[in-house]
């Protein structure tokens, strides 16, 4: 067995990004799909791994300390980005598909109940393979097999749902562009004059040249740090209550007051460039670490029938995003971007949505509404609605005792 410390960790993230970029230049396909580069390098380091295990009884051992602060500094970096006066611009966008998310939740969580008895299993087993870890991702998925297990008496509740959040990132980050590439065929692509006008926005262009100075990289590494440790603090303060959120949605949140409060004080305005930069790496670095890192031998370990409900699920997803999410915000580009983004939160995880938009707007066009509606309803309000939509599902009659 190797093991490999935090550094030696970084070095094989870092080159299975490298490898991500160098077979999306030159394999054909992969490109056409608009797979995210962190996804393509990340699964074939994970498939390395299994064969090596299986056939070598080889393993290496990653420290992924790092991968928690990666992705916060990442929904830090939303939540500097999140500028209140432009969310306004998108308010009526962003509640529709607020709307078409709750609908989602819903629709996953019947499914997977449906899904779940027709192959005579647990119906905790619908719920753990619906919104809480899919949409939910592996925290959610994680809190809430815990409470499975010690309040419902469900064996390995914790387990099915981390394997489920894993299916599910992965097919969140694979399915994406060929979803985007079928709708993109039926819309008009966005001018060129449209692209350069948001070539300084967030996440829209990661690849694009900005030019920061040391003391804006300094301030900007500074109000993450800020985020980081008053947003865990938040977190741990509302554990067990009522109000109990995942500390990502707590940094997130204090994110956006920290930009908005002090921009509305004059005191600072925030650099997006650098918080872009900043975003976009820990983005890209958070998600490779994640598939790098994957456990493909568990996986294969997981029962006939919970496979099937996953498939199921995915098939449902990619339904949902064709012909509801879509059509309801209104059959054009940006529609079609969304509709990527939420087969990558839907099914993974918001970083998985955001990158699945980076891969279809690095090749078709920018889309700002995509980039302003998706994070913040992916990374804030979901975990909100989703458990509420947990809450009201586990009062039905069949999940009492």
Not at 315 to 323: E, G, P, T
Request: with cysteine; net charge neutral; glycine share 10%.
């Amino acid at each position: 067995m190797l093991e490999l410390d935090v550094y030696g960790t970084l070095v094989a993230a870092s080159a299975v990004l490298l490898l991500g970029q160098q077979l999306l230049k030159r394999v054909r396909w992969l490109a056409a799909y608009t797979i995210p580069e962190p996804v393509v390098g990340g699964l074939l380091a994970a498939v390395l791994m299994l064969i090596l295990r299986n056939g070598f009884d080889f393993q290496v051992r990653y420290d992924t300390s790092l991968s928690a602060p990666l992705m916060l500094t990442f929904f830090a970096s939303i939540g500097l980005n999140a500028n209140l006066a432009s969310l306004r611009k998108g308010g009526r966008p962003l509640m529709i598909f607020l709307g078409v998310v709750v609908g989602f939740l819903v629709l996953q969580n019947v499914t997977g109940l449906l899904l779940a008895l027709a192959f005579g299993q647990s119906p905790f087993f619908g719920l753990l393979a619906g919104s809480i870890a899919l949409s939910g991702g592996h925290g959610t998925g994680a809190a809430w097999g815990h409470v499975f297990a010690e309040q419902y008496g469900v064996e390995s509740a914790t387990e099915i749902a981390l394997a489920c959040a894993t299916f599910g990132l992965i097919l969140g980050g694979v399915l994406g562009g060929p979803v985007a590439k079928f709708l993109i065929r039926r819309v008009t692509l966005p001018a060129a004059g449209a692209q350069e006008a948001a070539v300084d926005d967030t996440f829209e262009n990661p690849h694009n040249v900005r030019l920061i100075t040391a003391p804006a990289m300094i301030e900007t590494l500074a109000l993450i740090s800020i985020c980081l440790l008053a947003g865990q603090a938040i977190a741990r303060m509302l554990t067990g209550s009522l109000l109990e959120l995942p500390a990502f949605v707590c940094v997130l949140f204090v994110g956006v007051l920290l930009r908005n409060g002090l921009s509305a004080v004059g005191w600072y305005d925030v650099f997006e460039r650098a918080v872009s930069v900043l975003g976009n790496v820990s983005l890209a670095l958070f998600l490779a670490m994640a598939l790098m890192t994957l456990r493909l031998w568990e996986l294969s370990a997981l029962a006939l029938p919970l496979l099937g409900l996953l498939f199921g699920q995915a098939l449902m997803m990619v339904a949902y995003a064709i012909f509801v999410t879509f059509r309801v915000l209104g059959r054009n580009y940006d529609a079609a971007v969304i509709a990527a983004g939420h087969c990558g939160f839907g099914l993974g995880a918001t970083p998985t949505a955001i990158a699945n938009m980076q891969a279809v707007t690095e090749r078709f066009g920018t889309s700002h509404l995509a980039f302003l509606v998706v994070p913040m309803v992916g990374a804030f309000f979901i975990d909100i609605a989703n458990a509420i939509v947990i809450k009201l599902f586990l009062a039905l009659p069949f999940f009492s005792g």
